[in-house]
């Protein structure tokens, strides 16, 4: 590990999903990577898993972060709740074998630290988001000239990425307090 990660700490905030996971890195400098991604390979639960560790233990690899900031939600009433859980599992495992800080927040935890109302909604958070901290992610708000909206799946895709990114942003304007 050179010098500047050392000083740079680096913070990966993950949306977990079974469909779709959401993930943002950022870094002493910005924002750093951001997407989602899907899982093709849904048939059973051990190819998700597997799916899922591959794709995760690259990005680990290539960016090192220091700290893994995972949502927690209230997994009772989701029909897919021991995937979900499951697959939180396998990522708290991979951070713990890399030495990785573990942070989890609650979503209006998250909501209530960057936009100071915890029961504000997901849309108004990205809204927020990319208006004062992450302007390049304003694209995945709104339509481009000539464009039609956002379909509501298109929407809800990109809130994946949205989750992740306020999570590490959560954690990020936690620790500098």
């Not at 995972?70 to 713990?96: D, P």
């Not at 039609?148 to 992740?164: P, T």
Request: proline share 3%.
């Amino acid at each position: 590990m050179n010098r500047t990660r050392k000083t740079n700490k680096i913070i990966l905030g993950i949306d977990p999903g079974t469909r779709e996971t959401g993930y943002a890195l950022i870094g002493r400098l910005g924002l750093m990577d951001y997407g989602v991604k899907t899982f093709t390979n849904r048939g059973t639960r051990k190819e998700m898993l597997a799916d899922a560790k591959v794709w995760l233990k690259k990005l680990v690899y290539f960016y090192e972060p220091q700290v893994l900031v995972v949502e927690t939600s209230n997994l009772i009433k989701i029909r897919r709740s021991r995937n979900l859980k499951a697959l939180i599992n396998s990522i708290e495992r991979i951070a713990r074998a890399r030495k990785i800080k573990i942070v989890r927040f609650a979503p209006t935890t998250v909501r209530k630290i960057i936009c100071g109302d915890g029961w504000t909604t997901k849309k108004q958070a990205a809204h927020y988001i990319a208006m004062n901290y992450f302007r390049e992610l304003r694209r995945y708000l709104r339509p481009r000239p000539n464009r039609k909206r956002l379909s509501r799946w298109q929407e809800d895709y990109w809130k994946n990425m949205f989750d992740a990114v306020a999570l590490a942003l959560a954690y990020k304007e936690k620790s500098s307090k």
